[in-house]
């Protein structure tokens, strides 16, 4: 009873925290601006990438090392979760694996 009333509390806490971070990511104020610093930069500095052109240069130079970033940080968090999740719902699991040896043995 206390397990599932456990299992139920992660599991609102999470749909809260999706929501939350879904509402958030709905209302970011997006600029598309040709006089902000990072567009200034690109078309002043695209050369140093020596792409062909300014979409080359944003697509494989700068946005490349974001997209890594963002790929790491992915594998990391679904690693961690996949490693709580087997902890929260499957706690006994070593004993039971353990307990099923012993039992092969005798």
Do not use: W
């Amino acid at each position: 009873m206390k397990e599932n009333l456990h299992k139920r509390i992660l599991t609102v806490l999470l749909v809260v925290f999706i929501c939350a971070a879904l509402i958030e990511g709905l209302n970011l104020d997006h600029q598309n601006k040709a006089d902000s610093p990072p567009f200034r930069y690109y078309v002043e500095n695209h050369q140093e990438t020596g792409a062909d052109n300014l979409v080359e240069s944003v697509l494989l130079d700068y946005r490349a090392f974001d997209t890594f970033g963002e790929v790491m940080i992915l594998y990391v968090a679904i690693t961690g979760i996949l490693i709580l999740g087997k902890k929260i719902f499957h706690p006994n699991e070593k004993k039971e694996k353990e307990e099923s040896k012993e039992v092969k043995k005798t």
